[in-house]
Nanobody, 118 residues
Framework: VQLQASGGGLVQAGGSLRLSCAAS????????MGWFRQAPGKEREFVAG????????VYADSAKDRFTISRDSAKNTVDLQMNSLKPEDTAVYYC????????????WGQGTLVTVSS
């Protein structure tokens, strides 16, 4: 499994960014995809998840009403649309994958840095 995250950058507070995770290497029909983030000096935390089918989305409280996770079947990507960004959203964002039979995410992308300035 290969996961390639992109779309990070520098944005002002209140702005938007769209992250994309390109997935390849196998059929993902029985997979759940997730976005995580790790801020400086903090532990990695879950942000949002979605079944590869595009259903069953779940969000961390910090992401609800501001972030939207979706799957683009044409591009074979899982995207994270982030709106109303706050300085506390600054982190390295990682995409990850696991089968629906597992609890822990097993496959990880390389991370993309999101910096939100105040």
């Amino acid at each position: 499994v290969q996961l390639q995250a992109s779309g990070g950058g520098l944005v002002q507070a209140g702005g938007s960014l769209r992250l994309s995770c390109a997935a390849s290497g196998r059929t993902f029909s029985n997979y759940r995809m997730g976005w995580f983030r790790q801020a400086p000096g903090k532990e990695r935390e879950f942000v949002a998840g979605i079944l590869w089918s595009g259903s069953s989305t779940v969000y961390a409280d910090s992401a609800k009403d501001r972030f939207t996770i979706s799957r683009d079947s044409a591009k074979n990507t899982v995207d994270l649309q982030m709106n109303s960004l706050k300085p506390e959203d600054t982190a390295v964002y990682y995409c990850a994958a696991r089968t629906i039979f597992e609890i822990e995410y097993r496959f990880w992308g390389q991370g993309t840095l999101v910096t939100v300035s105040s």
